[in-house]
Structure formats: structure tokens, C-alpha cells
């Protein structure tokens, strides 16, 4: 089973700051997933990733296959970025997720 | 299109009831997968369906929980009879080629059993 680790769990920051989220899995896989999720909201696939680096707006996702590791960087960080950001990736052999725990971003004013 | 639309947003009910929750999937997706989320487990995978059939059930809690899928545009997940340990956030999510094509998440149902 892959196991997903993720880091840090919490993060506090000033707006305007450059953020970076990090996540570890222990199995290879074909890509991987960051989620959003606001509080008491629904969950939001922000980028589906294989290799190398996507960027969406302030959004920056990169993977590292041969590492087994992936970040995700916000740059200019704003106070609606506030939100909980969840690694996740394949089961080995299967087609369901697994869920890193998820960090917890908040982004002071 | 609207996404995938869950429903009901919020349910109370009381133990012993039975509780549907209901998803229609994003058009043209042939997955569906039902998730569950808790303050102390997270995100967990329940079942999922490939083309409407089963593929793998193994994360449903007990056989209080069922789930249906009787056309590619509905689905249904449910409880009887309902516990308060059931309570959480239980999101549908559906996608192309088996999730090859990335996920699309309902807004989820917040059940509280009580």
C-alpha cells in the first residue's frame, strides 16, 4: 500500500509570503493529485501531475519521480489561499486514492 | 456542465434511521468513487464503480452501508440503520479512464446522526 506523507501538517504565514507544501509517497506511481479544500467547503483537484512542474496562476506543483516526492508552491500568498491542501496518489495496482493528512495553510492579513 | 451534484448539503437524523445520500456524476464520466471524511481518519475511499459496476467495496465500514449505481448518471450510498459514529462529510467524486483523467469532487453531504 502506498503510504503518504505530507509536510508541514499546520502552516501560519504573512500575505505576500512564498509557500511551500511538501509530500512524500513510498510506492511509484503513474501521477499525482493536490487538493484544496476551504473550511466547511467541497474539495478541489488543483493539479494532476506525472512529471515535472505545472503552474496554474500562483500555484506551482513539482514532481520528482525518482525522489518519490512532490511540493506545491504558492507564490504572493493571499489570505484566500487559507485552506487545507491534500496530497494524494494511487493505491499500487488499484485506481483509488490515497490521502496524504493534509496541511492546514492559514495566511495572515 | 454543473459538476457533480450532491444531496442533500447537510442531513440530521436520528440512530436507528435510514439515511441516502445521492450523486449525479459529472456526464460522460465513466468512474464514480464515495468518499469519507472524519476529523480523526480524514479522506477514505468507501467503493467505487467502473461503467456502473462495483469495482472494489472493500472500504465500506459494515454491511450497513450500501451503495447502488443503477445508470451512468446517479448514484446512490446507503445507511440503515444510522449510527452517530457515521457522521462526517461524505463527498462523490466521478472522472475519466479510471481516474486517469483527474478527479472532480461534489460539494458533499454533512450527516450528523444523532
Known amino acids: 500500500k502506498n503510504e503518504v506523507e505530507q509536510s508541514p501538517q499546520n502552516l501560519t504565514a504573512q500575505e505576500g509570503e512564498f509557500i511551500t507544501i511538501n509530500c512524500s509517497y513510498s510506492?511509484?506511481?503513474?501521477?499525482l493529485h493536490w487538493l484544496q479544500q476551504h473550511p466547511g467547503g467541497g474539495i478541489v483537484s488543483l493539479f494532476m501531475l506525472s512529471s515535472g512542474k505545472k503552474k496554474h496562476g500562483r500555484l506551482i506543483a513539482t514532481i520528482n519521480i525518482q525522489e518519490k516526492h512532490s511540493s506545491l508552491h504558492i507564490t504572493a500568498s493571499h489570505p484566500r489561499d487559507s485552506a487545507v491542501y491534500i496530497c494524494a496518489v494511487p493505491e499500487e495496482g488499484a485506481q483509488k486514492l490515497v490521502f496524504g493528512q493534509g496541511t492546514r495553510l492559514t495566511i495572515n492579513p | 456542465d454543473a459538476g457533480v451534484i450532491q444531496s442533500p448539503r447537510h442531513e440530521v437524523t436520528e440512530m436507528g434511521q435510514e439515511v441516502t445520500l445521492r450523486c449525479k456524476p459529472i456526464?460522460?464520466?465513466?468512474?464514480l468513487f464515495w468518499y469519507r471524511q472524519t476529523m480523526m481518519r480524514g479522506l477514505e475511499l468507501l467503493i467505487y464503480f467502473n461503467n456502473n459496476v462495483p469495482i472494489d467495496d472493500s472500504g465500506m465500514p459494515e454491511d450497513r452501508f450500501s451503495a447502488k449505481m443503477p445508470n451512468a448518471s446517479f448514484s446512490t450510498l446507503k445507511i440503515q440503520p444510522s449510527e452517530p459514529r457515521d457522521s462526517a462529510v461524505y463527498f462523490c467524486?466521478?472522472?475519466?479512464?479510471?481516474?486517469?483523467?483527474?478527479?472532480?469532487f461534489g460539494s458533499g453531504t454533512r450527516l450528523t446522526v444523532v
Open positions: 467524486a466521478s472522472s475519466l479512464r479510471n481516474g486517469a483523467g483527474g478527479y472532480t
Open positions: 456526464s460522460g464520466h465513466n468512474s
Open positions: 510506492v511509484g506511481i503513474s501521477a
